[in-house]
């Protein structure tokens, strides 16, 4: 069982950059894909970017393509998002999963264990 907690949103300007933080503990981590997900208020959750168990490959949904870089620490059980160029429609609350094995999956069904949340909110 793996517990996941996400930490670094906050209220940021158009252009400004925020560092998502997401601390696992229980499992062992280096064995879990892991990726980053977001909800706006009214709309359906949907994928942001992850990163394969071992680190070697990432993938991204194309509206944050060059913008966000995702990254993990396996020795601190750490996985990172990094966003840069904020935009207003980034505004959300961000959530990180976690998938057995899992190679950059982007879809939310496949993952296994989710953490709470962190609010992102971008004004223009």
């Known amino acids: 069982q793996v517990q996941l907690v996400e930490s670094g949103g906050g209220l940021v300007q158009a252009g400004d950059s925020l560092r998502l933080s997401c601390a696992a503990s229980?499992?062992?981590?280096?064995?879990?894909?892991v990726g980053w997900f977001r909800q706006a208020p009214g709309k359906e959750r949907e994928f942001v970017a992850a990163?394969?168990?071992?680190?070697?490959?990432?993938d991204y949904a194309n509206g944050v393509k060059g913008r966000f870089t995702i990254s993990r620490d396996n020795a601190e059980k750490m996985v990172y998002l990094q966003m840069n160029s904020l935009r207003p429609e980034d505004t959300a609350v961000y959530y990180c999963?976690?998938?057995?094995?899992?190679?950059?999956?982007?879809?939310?069904?496949?993952?296994?264990?989710w953490g709470q949340g962190t609010q992102v909110t971008v004004s223009s």
């Open positions: 229980g499992g062992t981590f280096s064995n879990y894909g």
């Open positions: 999963a976690a998938v057995l094995k899992g190679v950059a999956v982007s879809s939310a069904k496949r993952y296994d264990y």
């Open positions: 990163i394969s168990w071992s680190g070697r490959s990432t």
